[in-house]
Nanobody, 126 residues
Framework: QVQLVESGGGLVQAGGSLRLSCAGSGLTFSSFRMGWFRQAPGKEREFVAG????????SYADSVKGRFAISRDNAKNTVYLQMNNLKPEDTAVYYC???????????????????WGQGTQVTVSS
């Protein structure tokens, strides 16, 4: 079965950086578009970044543009989220998600992804 496992979360001071990783198994990773979402306490899950199956297309939420970068290594079945200049409002549980797609497109809504990881906590202190 498909499994997505996030790692790399933790506690960091404002202005710091973290790199999240999401390792996939049980799927032909290079045939799936990938996304990162986050959910803060009391808030709905929101899109953070997404990347097409090839890595040739990416999309970001306005709140993270210029600070976060999504990338993927299909040889390692892994997608990454580099987070720089972190702010307290970035505190949330971060989830990666996947959907089969060989179309060069990125989607930004949670209902367009079929598989989800268990999440990793990111806490940014002020």
């Amino acid at each position: 079965q498909v499994q997505l496992v996030e790692s790399g979360g933790g506690l960091v001071q404002a202005g710091g950086s973290l790199r999240l990783s999401c390792a996939g198994s049980g799927l032909t990773f290079s045939s799936f578009r990938m996304g990162w979402f986050r959910q803060a306490p009391g808030k709905e899950r929101e899109f953070v970044a997404g990347i097409s199956w090839s890595g040739g297309s990416a999309s970001y939420a306005d709140s993270v543009k210029g600070r976060f970068a999504i990338s993927r290594d299909n040889a390692k079945n892994t997608v990454y989220l580099q987070m720089n200049n972190l702010k307290p409002e970035d505190t949330a549980v971060y989830y990666c998600a996947a959907r089969y797609s060989k179309i060069e497109v990125v989607t930004t809504t949670s209902n367009t992804y079929d598989y989800w990881g268990q999440g990793t906590q990111v806490t940014v202190s002020s």
